[in-house]
């Protein structure tokens, strides 16, 4: 793999571009900082208790942001007010692991700030609404009695209307087309499980008199959802136009932010793509050992023919994840902690718009209802047959492991059994680094695969789940190219499809929703950037560590420090400073 240098910052140069000319009174010490940390943690979660509850803060049961202009423009200050403070702070006056909260915290609110203003979250975006009346944390997880749970679904569904006022009164005249008809489907997807799943789940409640008022409440809901999908087909959808991209200006905010990162869009897509180019000759090195005598692609697609059906989809999806876990406790590979809680089922229908498969974590202050979901979204009925088995090819039995390693172990279910189980803060635990939670399941693949997963030396076998990582690998890399080629360099929906399908090897239909989700998720360049940084970090530690070095005690100091970004870590698990500038 070709090596890299990105430049680590200060945090001072971090954030200079936004320091704020309004005099504000020093912070000084570790109780200074603590006390200004959760009393911008309170006001954070009191406006989004949403997030409140997925966390598992349930004091916030039953509760929805108040979306309406005003309740946006406090927040909106409250964040920058917020900054500033955090700017006036003497960061020389804090302990190391305070600084290191310090700077998860401030990049934090530059996010938040940057999706009011540069992502236009609440103006822009009909997904966010679309999105917004979602009570299925209450019926999926069983962390109050099943009453209490209703009374919250009817709380928060009588406020469904309030919702899409608020929609009606924020969002611009015009929107981006793929927004428009996302927030459609997303709308849709919601309606149906309202009166499908979230009916059946609670259709042997007794409470009559409960029942009555949620039926009432879930009626108003739906009836709201659909009116405002109606809405946007009538208003938005005929005068949609394709004006989603960021701009560089917005992208590189977005760079820094998150992780970081100054390294021009330019350099990291010259970047994707010469690693594109490395991974291509992988996945033809793979393909190649399984048949010499056929082209790679076609090596590929004979490989993902051999997938499940519709309808075992999901059975044979489970049949190897305790294998792949056993897999990781053998080899030594990770710590994992005997017990677990982890289901394996479809993707919830009001999810299915934006999702191939997902991992979905209890809180990490949930006590009760601990379960995980490891969801797969299935085909769909109303699909052609061509649509339906391009998107059974992508879960062909190989790269259905892979997933399993990306969703389950060792990716994002043991990245949060870890979380759990470590000392990390409550900033720690709220807030993430979008480069190092998917970096690490992406780098989860190609680390199995390295480590010997499912072939027990079988060459033919071991190039057969290559060639399904490497695969993977090129969905991860052409993901960063068409985000940095729509946002920066103005590349459309169709051509980006079409990058896809050329450098991904995929049929139209899967090709299409990975282009589609790059228009609003332009941070998905994220998994490539936090995997190529994980394995720059491993290299420096095993200098550093000698003979001391093993696969489990990386591993696990890896996934013992919250959820950072890499540059953060790297002055974690690295004893020389100046090995920190290199990220990658």
Not at 53 to 69: C, F, I
Not at 105 to 127: H, Q, V
Not at 255 to 280: C, F, N, R, V
Not at 290 to 304: A, E, F, R, S, T
Request: charged content about 25%.
């Amino acid at each position: 793999m070709k090596k890299i240098s990105f430049l680590f910052i200060p945090i001072a140069a971090l954030f200079s571009c936004q320091q704020t000319k309004t005099t504000q009174p020093k912070i000084s010490g570790d109780a200074a900082f603590q006390k200004l940390s959760d009393d911008f943690l309170l006001g954070y979660l009191n406006w989004r208790p949403g997030n409140g509850v997925a966390l598992g803060y349930h004091q916030y049961d039953g509760k929805v942001t108040d979306l309406g202009k005003e309740s946006l423009g406090k927040e909106l200050d409250r964040l920058k007010d917020y900054d500033q403070k955090l700017g006036a702070t003497d960061t020389t006056s804090l302990s190391p692991k305070m600084f290191y909260d310090y700077r998860i915290l401030r990049s934090a609110i530059k996010n938040e700030i940057l999706n009011f203003e540069d992502m236009g979250a609440y103006n822009k975006n009909p997904m966010t609404y679309a999105e917004a009346v979602d009570v299925s944390i209450y019926i999926k997880r069983d962390f109050a009695p099943i009453e209490e749970r209703i009374s919250s679904i009817i709380a928060i569904e009588k406020n469904a209307t309030k919702v899409f006022a608020a929609a009606k009164e924020n969002l611009k005249d015009t929107l981006a087309k793929p927004y428009v008809e996302t927030a459609i489907q997303i709308a849709q997807g919601t309606t149906e499980f309202l009166a499908g799943d979230l009916k059946v789940a609670l259709k042997d409640v007794k409470n009559d008199t409960l029942m009555k008022a949620f039926n009432a409440a879930n009626k108003t809901a739906i009836d709201a959802i659909n009116a405002y999908a109606a809405w946007l087909k009538k208003e938005k959808l005929p005068k949609a136009n394709n004006n989603y991209a960021l701009g560089e200006a917005s992208y590189k905010k977005m760079l820094l932010y998150s992780e970081g990162l100054t390294i021009s869009p330019e350099k990291i897509l010259a970047i994707g793509l010469a690693e594109l180019k490395h991974q291509q000759d992988v996945f033809n090195a793979a393909a190649k050992t399984i048949n010499p005598n056929k082209k790679p692609v076609d090596v590929y697609h004979d490989l993902q023919k051999d997938h499940p059906t519709a309808e075992n989809l999901i059975p044979d999806v489970k049949k190897n994840v305790e294998a792949i876990r056993k897999f990781l406790t053998d080899k030594n590979i990770v710590t994992m902690p005997a017990t677990v809680n982890l289901k394996v089922t479809e993707t919830p229908q009001y999810a299915r718009a934006t999702s191939t498969a997902s991992n979905d974590d209890p809180g990490p202050f949930e006590t009760k209802a601990t379960e995980a979901f490891y969801y797969v979204t299935p085909v769909d009925a109303k699909w052609t047959a061509q649509q339906k088995e391009d998107w059974l090819r992508q879960f062909d039995y190989y790269t259905t492991d892979n997933v399993t390693i990306h969703e389950a172990y060792p990716g994002h279910y043991t990245q949060f059994l870890h979380l759990n189980a470590s000392d990390a803060t409550r900033i720690e635990k709220i807030f993430g680094s979008y480069a190092y939670v998917e970096g690490w399941a992406h780098y989860c693949e190609q680390m199995m695969a390295d480590a010997g997963y499912g072939h027990n030396g079988d060459t033919v076998l071991a190039a057969k789940y290559r060639l399904a990582q490497a695969g993977d690998a090129l969905l991860r890399l052409c993901r960063l190219c068409v985000s940095i080629k729509t946002h920066c360099q103005g590349m459309k929906l169709d051509a980006a499809t079409k990058f896809f399908m050329d450098n991904w090897y995929q049929g139209q239909k899967p090709s299409y929703q990975e282009a589609l989700r790059g228009t609003f998720d332009p941070g998905y360049l994220f998994y490539t950037i936090g995997k190529l940084e994980i394995l720059k970090l491993r290299t420096d530690y095993q200098k550093q560590e000698g003979a001391n070095f093993s696969l489990k005690k990386f591993h696990d100091e890896v996934l013992n420090h919250g959820m950072p970004q890499v540059r953060l870590l790297r002055e974690v698990m690295l004893k020389d400073s100046s090995t920190w500038k290199e990220v990658l």
